[in-house]
């Protein structure tokens, strides 16, 4: 009984949450107009501007927290690469935001067809379709291009959430050989309790807390191979997630 009142209460919080999202964003969505207009890296600093503004105005409503640490990571830092564990559906618009810097992120396609989400989606990412082999090299050199602007680059290497017990799961390639291409350093982040706020399972269940986001020591990619970053940069980021959020 007691478990399927918990259930009922989280889907009402999930309710109220997706109102609060939907309707601040209408309220917001006339600051993200002159991104339609503007250059890069303007456009992208402009978007996380008021993305901040939105999501922290969401988090508010919604009933969560938010804390950042290691911010001092990025201090006199090159535009880098940086990585993010990826747990829940919030992980996204809250990772961008609340970064120190300025940043894109790479992104699903279908997620643009959204009604006016999908605008705002589409200024801060790179727009990849994984099912097709031109996209995805399209989506490299863009990324690249992002680097050569001055913005970071953020990238969810494990590509889907995370639904299993294990701390994080296997990393894909493709950020650490953008890191070795550019001769970029990588910045580790993870995000702690996004699972438990929003979970795959139940769905549509949301339960109000702290979010955390640890910026963990830059790596340099300089004398990596792809392999021995990707190796280097998990066992980072699942031993910090280990340790400030055991099982």
């Given at each position: 009984m007691i478990q399927k009142s918990k259930l009922i209460l989280g889907r009402i919080l999930a309710f109220w949450a997706f109102l609060v999202f939907a309707s601040t964003l209408f309220l917001f969505i006339?600051?993200?107009l002159p991104c339609f207009f503007l250059a890069e890296p303007h456009k992208t600093r402009w978007h996380r501007i008021i993305s901040r503004y939105w999501m922290g105005l969401f988090l508010m409503l919604s009933g969560c927290r938010f804390k950042v640490t290691g911010k001092h990571h990025?201090?006199?830092?090159?535009?880098?690469?940086v990585i993010c564990n990826h747990n829940s559906l919030i992980d996204v618009p809250v990772s961008t935001p609340f970064l120190?810097?300025?940043n894109k992120t790479i992104a699903k396609k279908s997620f643009i067809y959204v009604p006016i989400f999908g605008w705002v989606y589409q200024f801060g990412?790179?727009?990849v379709d994984r099912k097709s082999d031109q996209s995805r090299r399209a989506s490299f050199e863009e990324m690249k291009r992002v680097l050569g602007n001055g913005l970071d680059m953020l990238i969810y290497p494990e590509g889907t959430r995370n639904k299993t017990s294990a701390p994080l799961k296997s990393f894909y390639d493709g950020a650490f050989?953008?890191?070795i291409d550019t001769k970029k350093p990588i910045i580790p982040v993870v995000l702690l309790n996004t699972k438990k706020i929003l979970p795959?399972?139940?769905?549509?269940c949301f339960k109000p807390g702290k979010i955390q986001m640890d910026i963990l020591a830059p790596i340099s990619s300089e004398g990596h191979t792809v392999q021995t970053?990707?190796?280097l940069a998990f066992d980072r980021m699942s031993?910090?997630?280990?340790?400030?959020?055991?099982?």
């Open positions: 006339w600051f993200y990025f201090k006199n830092l090159e535009p880098a690469i120190p810097r300025a990412s790179v727009i050989k953008l890191a795959a399972y139940p769905v549509a970053l990707k190796q031993a910090h997630y280990l340790k400030y959020n055991p099982a």
